[in-house]
C-alpha cells in the first residue's frame, strides 16, 4: 500500500490518506489549526481554516517543467469573522433575529457564528456578507505539487492516537 504526500509551500511532507485528526481514511483538505497543518477529512475541516483543498487524484493534473501544477483560487473565511459581523450587525443597529429572516437561517445559528463558535458555510457567508455590506470571504491561491509514493512501513500517528499515547505516558501505562 502507498501513501500520497503533498509538499507545502513551507516544505512541510503532509499524509494525504489518512485525516491526521479522526483517522479516517478520506482527507480532503490540509487545514491550519493555531499555525498547525494538517490533513484533515470534511468533518474535521471544520475545526481549522481550510489552506488546501485535497483532489481525488493530485498526479494527474498538468503541471510545468519544475513540477509546480497551476494555482487555484479558493475561498476560505477570514479569522475574526465573528467580531466583524458582531461589530457592523451593532453598527446597523440590527438583531440577529433580524438578520436572520431576511438570509433565510436559523437565529440560533447566527449566534454561534458571530460567537465564531461555528465557522459558516461559504453560502452563508456570502449571504451574511450581502446583508450587511461587510467582507469575510477571502480568495487564496492554493499550489499542489505532484504526489510522491512510499511505503507505509512505518506506520504514522493520527493526532488522536498521539493525544492517547501523551496522556498514557504521563500516567504510566502502556
Given at each position: 500500500?502507498?501513501?500520497k ?7 512541510i ?16 483538505n490540509?487545514?491550519?489549526i ?48 465573528g ?30 457564528i ?44 493520527t ?16
Amino acid at each position: 500500500m502507498t501513501i500520497k504526500y503533498v509538499c507545502l509551500n513551507l516544505g512541510i511532507m503532509l499524509n494525504l490518506s489518512n485525516c491526521e485528526i479522526c483517522g479516517r481514511k478520506e482527507a480532503q483538505n490540509v487545514i491550519s489549526i493555531e499555525g498547525a497543518r494538517m490533513t484533515a477529512c470534511r468533518e474535521c475541516s471544520l475545526h481549522g481554516k481550510i489552506v488546501q483543498r485535497l483532489h481525488e487524484d493530485i498526479s494527474h493534473k498538468e503541471t510545468s517543467s519544475y513540477g509546480n501544477t497551476q494555482p487555484e483560487e479558493i475561498e476560505s473565511i477570514i479569522e475574526g469573522f465573528g467580531k466583524i459581523i458582531h461589530k457592523k450587525r451593532e453598527e446597523l443597529r440590527l438583531y440577529i433575529a433580524v438578520i436572520a429572516e431576511k438570509i433565510n437561517e436559523k437565529e440560533s445559528y447566527l449566534e454561534n457564528i458571530e460567537r465564531g463558535n461555528i465557522k459558516p458555510t461559504i453560502s452563508v457567508a456570502r449571504k451574511i456578507e450581502k446583508e450587511l455590506g461587510i467582507k469575510i470571504i477571502e480568495k487564496t491561491r492554493e499550489e499542489i505539487t505532484p504526489s510522491i509514493q512510499q511505503n507505509k512501513n512505518s506506520k504514522e500517528l493520527t493526532l488522536a492516537e498521539f493525544v492517547v499515547f501523551e496522556k498514557d505516558k504521563k500516567t504510566g501505562k502502556k
